[in-house]
């Protein structure tokens, strides 16, 4: 099995950073810091925002003049220089993740091979429709190329896409998809993502949905579930941040999700530090406790993931020519998303009770809306984007 | 009033865009969203067929200072462009709101700046004294 796979396979719940440095001893002090943390982690190398779009000519510029880069150019550092970054940190209790966020990962993947690094993850929808202008099909050839030529760990950002005022179907449909596609090229190791939104009975009925179609479509592949902490406006204070964190931590053992990627206190206002983000992963494994409450409620989110992915492999035995092709005809739309391969058509909100919900589904294959709702203004918008951060504020506020 | 949005080059966020969308369509205005990481080629292509009454670009990765007047030199480099208003607004550094920048920003050639604290009721004045402009040019 595959190191990182076989790592996540032995806790409850394994803890994992966002990290990235340009400096090849400070990237090294911030790894062996999350090793030596006081919690089952795993480690992370993030790459900056240069490396992220292929400028690998400005990441060079940028370490020549000491500017500072966002994270760590795994590219420009050649794969001597990343050896040493990870000799004596990196092994089979300690695996790395490189975490990236490219339409066009081959030079990434390229990297880490040489480096002797064999986990990465995300996806050819979701790290092309949210972030870039690159059409959706070159984004599907350089995945499928770089899928080929990869022997490791890869996992689906697909179930975190906007993911903050998405129906939950949606997400999971995307995950799976994206797995499919991994599958269907030929990686034998896979990991699929969602994210924390606006409600924990919601979140964790996604993942029990997630699973069970992981079950059905992976039934060859190793897999495993990973939640990301909510990606949209974090708390601003200290306090509510944490308890953010640790309602992440409890819904990802209630739900069966064997790892989570963390977020910290500084989250609202800056890049965290090493100390900030060892911090959070002690936190989120003391909170991934088993869980006792009540079971998860199936309310619809299986069946309407299902119709999507049902209706997108149908397409075509090919799962990027299917994606494509269901993006084209509007079988797939993800809300609020402007890349021009979506179609824009679909709208989502969030009911009284904090449930994320279809407005319109445009061409979907799910269930229209029985009541129709004022669509979201402007008033509207900030509101909901905001509404996470501001409960667990209020909380704060109400704890004294 | 037609209306182009747009991010800047190196700008990726989303979320502003929306926002901003909705914003001017409720004011009544027909918008054109040009969505994230927008090359300044790009912009100015897409209003040289029909130049808009308002080009606003909105980018809040802290390159805005950087990337703002080279999207604004692409549209001004096209004659049927070069009267057209356009604004700035958003997290334009990355220390916060820097009045001397967004002067620099003004002097550079945009036609105003949107960058602190009370720019989104700004804004919606100068969309409006913008718009009684254009009525009371039409009128005469």
Redesign the interface.
Known sequence: MNTFAAAVGRSLLVVQPRMGMDSPEVMRAGLLAVKNADAPTVGTITVDSYTRVGDHEAARAALRSGVGLNGYPIVTHDAATTRAVLDGVADADFPVQVRHGSADPRAVFRALTAAGLDATEGGPVSYCLPYSRRPLRDSVAHWSEACEEFDGHLETFGGCMMGQLCPPGLLVALSLLEAVFFRHHGVRSVSLSYTQQTNADQDAEAITALRALAARFLPDVDWHVVLYAYMGVFPGTPTGARLLMADAARLAVRAGARRIIVKTVAEAHRIPTVAENVAALEDAARAGVPWTGPPVVDTGVLAEATRLVEAVLELSDDPGAALLDAFRRGLLDVPFCLHPDNAGAARSHVDAHGWLRWSTVGAMPVEAPRRTTEPLGSTGLLTALNRVAQSYDSAVATLG | MNIVLSSTASD?H??N????H??LE?AGHRVV?L????PPDLLARSCVDAPPDLVVLSTVNGHGHHDGPRSLAAVRAERVLDHVPVVIGGKLGTTGHEPERADALRAAGFTDVFDDAGAVSRFTAFLSSLGSLRLAGSAS
């Open positions: 990726s989303t979320w865009l929306v926002y901003l909705l914003l409720e969203n969505g994230a990481c927008v």
